[in-house]
C-alpha cells in the first residue's frame, strides 16, 4: 500500500509527477535518436556521417538523391549496421518491459526476464539444435533459434506449472520452482555441451549472446512479437500496479490476481523468448532498466514499462556499438561494465530509502 | 539468485571452452559441425575435373557445405578466413590476391604476414571486407563461427566459398576446388596431385613397419586430457603414419584410467607450443608407469602441421614418422618441418 502513496508524498504532489516523466520520455526520445544515429554512422569502416544520413535517407524515405557513396558503403550501412542497431534496441526494450513486469509480477528486486527458467532453457534449446545435425530455416529463423525461443517459453511454462501443483501459486514458490528447473537445465545444458564436442564454440557464441548475426529477415519476425507482448503488457499495467500492493490488496482492488498473473508473465516470457532466441542471453539490461527508472519516477507502472523500455533500448545500442567498437566483444560484458557503475551512482545519491 | 546461477554457468562454460579450445586452432578440422566419415586409407576422393576447353569464368563449384557458388569473373580481391586456405591460397601462386585474413597463430606464409587481418577468434570484421571491395571469401562455415558472416556477406551479393574439410582427402579436394574458384585451376590440380602422390610416398615408406606403436598425441591435460577421435584429419595422419592410435571419444576427451590401461608406447605433445614439456610428462600423477615414459619416447611436435588442412600435411605427416618411426626417418631425407627424434 505504501510504495505509491510515499512516493507521491516525497516528490510532493501531481503536477511535478506529471511534468518529471514527460521531461524523462523527451530527454531518452532524444538519446535513443542519438545512439541509433552513432549505431548506424559508427562502425570498424568509416562512412562519412553525411553519407550516411543520404544512403538512409535515400533507401528508407525514397528520396531521390544522386549517389556519392559507393555499393559498398550502402551495403554496410542499410544490411550491416541498420538492422543490427535496430535489433539492439528491440531486443533491450523487450528484456526491459519484461524485466519490469517480472520484479512487479514477483514483487522481487532480483527478478529478471531470465529468473522463472527462461535463460536456461533457451540455452539448452540453442544447444540442442548445435548437436542435432538437421539445418532448418523457416522465416530466416535457423533451428537455434527456433529452439532457442521454444526452449524459453516451454522452461517457463513448466516452472508455472509446476508451481502451482504444490501450492496455490505463492511468489516464493514460483521463485523457487524457477531456481530449480533452471538448475535442471543449466544441467542439462553443461550435458550437451560436453557432448557438443566440437561445436561448442557455437554454444558458446549463443550463451555469450550478441548481435552480430542480425538481419532484416530476423527482425522482420522478432519486432513484432517483442513489441506486441511489450504493448500487451503496457495495456495492464493497471494489473501490474495492483500487484505491488501485493495479492491480497490486488483482489480487493477487483484485479483477477490468477488470471492477471498468468498473463503478465506469459507476455513477459514471449518478449523474453524473441529477444533471446534473435540476441542470446544478454543480462543485466533487464534487471537494472526497471530499477533505474524507478529511481527517478516512482513505481508507477504506467510510467516505468515505457521509460524503462527507452532506457533498455538505449542502453542495449550503446552497448553495441561500444562492443564494435572494441573489436567484438561480448556485448553482455559491456552492458554490465556500463550498466553497473551507472546503477551503483544511482543507488548512493537516492537519499530515501528505495523500495520496490 | 540468478546474477549467481549464470556467474556459475558461465565459470562452468569457460572451464569447458578453454579446455576443448585447444582442440582445435582455426583451421583445425576440430571445429567442424558433423566429424563426417574417416576416409579409408587414401582412396582416390570424387573430385570435380575441370573444363580445360571452357572458359573459366563464370564458375560455379560445390563447397564443403554443398552450397553451390558462382564466381563472375576471376576474383581479384580475395579474403580467406582460414588459416589453411591462406596457406593453399599462397601455394597456389595467387597470394598476391589475398586482400585480408584471418589472424594465423602459426604466421605461415611469411609473405601473409603483412596481409590485413579482418576475422579473428572473437569474429569477423564483416563491413572491412565489404568495403574492401572482396570478389570472393573463403570461409570456415559455421565450423569456425563464422556463419552468420557467410550469410551477411552472401546477401551483399559477395561469393562465400565454405571450406571445411573433414577428412584428408576432402581437404586435397579442397585445393582444386580453390584452384578454380581463383581462375587457377591447373595449379590447383597439380598442389592436389603433387600433395596426393606426397602423403602416399610417406605413407608407403610406413606401410611394411613390423611394429605400430601405441601412439598417445596429447592435445591439452590442462583440465582434463584431451586428444583426437580416431574420425578426424588427426586419427587419418596417425594411421598414414604407421600408428597404432589411443583414440578419444567424439569430444576428444579420454580418461587418465583409458589412458593408462592403453598403455601408450610413444607420446606426442601437440601442446608443446602451450608449455607441455616432454621431461614433465613422468612427473604427471598416474603416467609414471607408461612405457613410452619408461622408454623415454615423449617428442613434441608441431600441432599446426599436423592438423591443418592445407598443403603443409605432408610435413606434418613427415614430422609424425620422424617422431614414430625414427628408423624409417633417418633413411630418407627429412622434409621441412621434421622435429628432431631426440628428446
Redesign the interface.
Known amino acids: 500500500m505504501t510504495a505509491l502513496a510515499t512516493t507521491r508524498l516525497r516528490l510532493g504532489g501531481r503536477s511535478r509527477i506529471a511534468r518529471r516523466p514527460l521531461a524523462l520520455a523527451g530527454l531518452g526520445l532524444g538519446v535513443l535518436a542519438l545512439v541509433l544515429v552513432a549505431g548506424v554512422a559508427a ?3 568509416f562512412v562519412p556521417p553525411g553519407d550516411t544520413l543520404a544512403i538512409l535517407a535515400h533507401r528508407l524515405l525514397g528520396l531521390d538523391i544522386p549517389m556519392t557513396w559507393s555499393r ?2 550502402e ?2 550501412v542499410v ?3 541498420l538492422p543490427r542497431v535496430l535489433t539492439a534496441m528491440t531486443v533491450g526494450a523487450g528484456l526491459a518491459v519484461a524485466g519490469a513486469t517480472f520484479q512487479g509480477v514477483l514483487r522481487n528486486p ?3 526476464p ?2 522463472l527458467g527462461t ?2 532453457g533457451a540455452a539448452l534449446g540453442a544447444a540442442i539444435a ?1 548437436i542435432v ?1 538437421v539445418r532448418t530455416v523457416f522465416l530466416e529463423f535457423g533451428l537455434l533459434h527456433g529452439l532457442a525461443f521454444l526452449g524459453a517459453l516451454g522452461a517457463v511454462f513448466l516452472v508455472y506449472r509446476l508451481s502451482r501443483v504444490g501450492g496455490h501459486g505463492q511468489m516464493t514458490s514460483l ?1 523457487l520452482t524457477g ?1 530449480a528447473v ?2 535442471l537445465l ?1 544441467a542439462g ?2 550435458m550437451a ?10 554454444i ?2 549463443y ?1 555469450l549472446g550478441g548481435f ?2 542480425a ?1 532484416w529477415g530476423r527482425l522482420a519476425t522478432s519486432l513484432p512479437l517483442v513489441l506486441g507482448a511489450s504493448a500487451l503488457v503496457l495495456m495492464r499495467a493497471r494489473s501490474l500496479n495492483g500487484f505491488l500492493l501485493g495479492e491480497e490488496a490486488a483482489a480487493h482492488l477487483g484485479i483477477d490476481v490468477r488470471r492477471e498473473r498468468a498473463i503478465l508473465l506469459g507476455l513477459a516470457s514471449l518478449a523474453t523468448a524473441a529477444a533471446v532466441a534473435v540476441s542470446g ?1 544478454i ?1 543485466f539490461v533487464g ?1 537494472v532498466a526497471p530499477h533505474v527508472v524507478r529511481l527517478a519516477v516512482g513505481p508507477n507502472a504506467r510510467l516505468v514499462l515505457p521509460l524503462a523500455a527507452l532506457f533498455g533500448a538505449i542502453l542495449m545500442i550503446a552497448a553495441d556499438l561500444a562492443a564494435r567498437l572494441a ?3 561480448p556485448v553482455g560484458v559491456v552492458t554490465a561494465v556500463i550498466g553497473a557503475p551507472f546503477f551503483l551512482v544511482l543507488l548512493r545519491r537516492t537519499r530515501a530509502g528505495y523500495e520496490l | 539468485m540468478a546474477a549467481r546461477f549464470s556467474t556459475r554457468l558461465v565459470a562452468l562454460i569457460a572451464v569447458l571452452f578453454i579446455a576443448l579450445g585447444c582442440a582445435g586452432g582455426p583451421g583445425s578440422p576440430g571445429w567442424t559441425p558433423g566429424s563426417g566419415t574417416a576416409a579409408p586409407f587414401l582412396t582416390p576422393a570424387p573430385t570435380p575435373t575441370p573444363e580445360q576447353t571452357a572458359p573459366a569464368f563464370p564458375v560455379t563449384i560445390t563447397d564443403d557445405e554443398g552450397t553451390a557458388v558462382t564466381i563472375a569473373a576471376e576474383p581479384r580481391k580475395i579474403v580467406s578466413l582460414t588459416p589453411a586456405t591462406t596457406e593453399t591460397l599462397f601455394a597456389l601462386g595467387v597470394g598476391d590476391r589475398v586482400v585480408a585474413k584471418v589472424e594465423d597463430v602459426a604466421g605461415y606464409p611469411p609473405e601473409a604476414d603483412a596481409i590485413p587481418v579482418v576475422a579473428t577468434f572473437a569474429g569477423v570484421d564483416v563491413e572491412k571486407i565489404v568495403s574492401l571491395g572482396a570478389d570472393l571469401v573463403v570461409s570456415g562455415g559455421t565450423g569456425l563461427s563464422q556463419g552468420p558472416a557467410v550469410e551477411q556477406l552472401r546477401r551483399a551479393d559477395i561469393p562465400v566459398v565454405v571450406s571445411y574439410p573433414t577428412t584428408i582427402d576432402q581437404a586435397i579436394a579442397g585445393f582444386r576446388t580453390l584452384g578454380q574458384a581463383v581462375g587457377a585451376a591447373d595449379a590447383g590440380n597439380t598442389l592436389a596431385d603433387d600433395t596426393k602422390s606426397r602423403l602416399d610416398e610417406l605413407a608407403a615408406s610406413v606401410a611394411n613397419v613390423a611394429h605400430k606403436p601405441r601412439l598417445f598425441y596429447e592435445i591439452d591435460v590442462s583440465n582434463g586430457i584431451f586428444t583426437p577421435p580416431a574420425e578426424s584429419i588427426y586419427g587419418e595422419m596417425f594411421a598414414l603414419a604407421g600408428a597404432d592410435p589411443i583414440s578419444g571419444a567424439a569430444n576428444y576427451s579420454i580418461s587418465l584410467e583409458d589412458l593408462v590401461a592403453a598403455d601408450p608406447e610413444v607420446i606426442l605433445l601437440g601442446d608443446a607450443a602451450y608449455g607441455a614439456k616432454p621431461e614433465d610428462v613422468g612427473k604427471r600423477p598416474g603416467w609414471g608407469d607408461m612405457t613410452a615414459v619408461q622408454e623415454g619416447d615423449i617428442f613434441p611436435i608441431d600441432d599446426i602441421i599436423v592438423t591443418r588442412p592445407g598443403p603443409r600435411l605432408v610435413d606434418g605427416l613427415a614430422a609424425l614418422i620422424a617422431a614414430i618411426h625414427p628408423e624409417v626417418a633417418s633413411a630418407s631425407t627429412a622434409p621441412s618441418g621434421a622435429p628432431s627424434a631426440a628428446p
Do not use: C, H, K
Open positions: 562502425g570498424s569502416v559498398a558503403e551495403v554496410i544490411d550491416l549496421r532480483l527478478a529478471d531470465y529468473v535463460a536456461s548445435v545435425p521463485l531456481y533452471g538448475s543449466a545444458l553443461a555441451m560436453y557432448l557438443s564436442g566440437t561445436n561448442l564454440r557455437q558458446f557464441s550463451l552480430d548475426a538481419s542471453l543480462g534487471l573489436g567484438e566483444i
